[in-house]
């Protein structure tokens, strides 16, 4: 019978020892989620104190825009982008839309980077804009001016989102190697 006490001993043991380790494991586990509590607590989000480089400019009212008004602050608002001086662009006025409660104004602004080996560039990049008049709001109102990038859907608004330059490189570097497959 000695040799079924030990074995009775043994398995006491093993309980006693797989409690205290699944006691651990739950009090570590409980701590753990405490702490990250507290934590997350403690972490706060104040994007109005920091300068992002999120830049604007002062937009028209609906009364003064003109098609030519709009090129301008469009060209102003651009040269707000930081972004390398070797890339040009051209805006061009696409039309406007008429709907039952605003007209909106459509242009392009078209970006490259000539150089003097390859003044002619092999690809583009464009910038689709649109300023929107309201038929319904006051005309002293500002105009409400959107954007989006070739191939994107993004939608961005000015002020709200910052400009990187990647994305026209993307553009440009994605019509090149698009190029390179097609063989003529």
Same mark, same amino acid.
């Given at each position: 019978?000695?040799?079924?006490?030990?074995?009775?001993?043994?398995?006491? =043991?093993?309980?006693?020892?797989?409690? @205290?380790?699944? %006691?651990? #494991?739950? $009090?570590?586990?409980?701590?753990?989620?405490?702490?990250?509590?507290? $934590?997350?607590?403690?972490?706060?989000?104040?994007?109005? /104190?920091?300068? +992002?480089?999120? /830049? /604007? #400019?002062? *937009?028209?009212?609906?009364?003064?825009?003109?098609?030519?008004?709009?090129?301008?602050?469009?060209?102003?608002?651009?040269?707000? *982008?930081?972004?390398?001086?070797?890339?040009? =662009?051209? #805006?061009? +006025?696409?039309?406007? %839309?008429?709907? /039952? +409660?605003?007209?909106?104004?459509? =242009?392009?602004? &078209?970006?490259?980077?000539?150089?003097? &080996?390859? !003044?002619?560039? &092999?690809?583009?990049?464009?910038?689709?804009?649109?300023?929107?008049?309201?038929?319904?709001? !006051?005309?002293?109102? !500002?105009?409400?001016? +959107?954007? @989006?990038?070739?191939? $994107? &859907?993004?939608?961005?608004? !000015?002020?709200?989102?910052?400009?990187?330059?990647?994305?026209?490189? $993307?553009?440009?570097?994605?019509?090149?190697?698009?190029?390179?497959?097609?063989?003529?």
């Amino acid at each position: 019978m000695t040799g079924n006490s030990t074995e009775e001993e043994e398995q006491g =043991y093993e309980e006693i020892a797989f409690q @205290i380790v699944n %006691e651990a #494991i739950s $009090n570590a586990i409980e701590q753990i989620t405490t702490e990250t509590k507290e $934590n997350l607590k403690q972490i706060t989000f104040d994007f109005e /104190d920091k300068d +992002y480089g999120v /830049d /604007d #400019i002062e *937009w028209s009212s609906c009364e003064d825009f003109t098609i030519e008004n709009g090129a301008t602050q469009i060209t102003k608002f651009v040269e707000t *982008w930081k972004r390398d001086s070797a890339w040009l =662009y051209c #805006i061009d +006025y696409l039309g406007d %839309e008429e709907h /039952d +409660y605003d007209v909106r104004h459509r =242009y392009r602004v &078209r970006w490259s980077i000539p150089t003097r &080996r390859k !003044p002619i560039p &092999r690809a583009t990049a464009s910038t689709y804009f649109t300023i929107r008049l309201s038929k319904i709001k !006051p005309k002293t109102l !500002p105009i409400e001016v +959107y954007y @989006i990038f070739e191939g $994107n &859907r993004l939608v961005h608004r !000015p002020g709200k989102s910052r400009f990187r330059e990647i994305w026209l490189k $993307n553009i440009v570097e994605s019509k090149v190697l698009m190029m390179e497959t097609v063989n003529f």
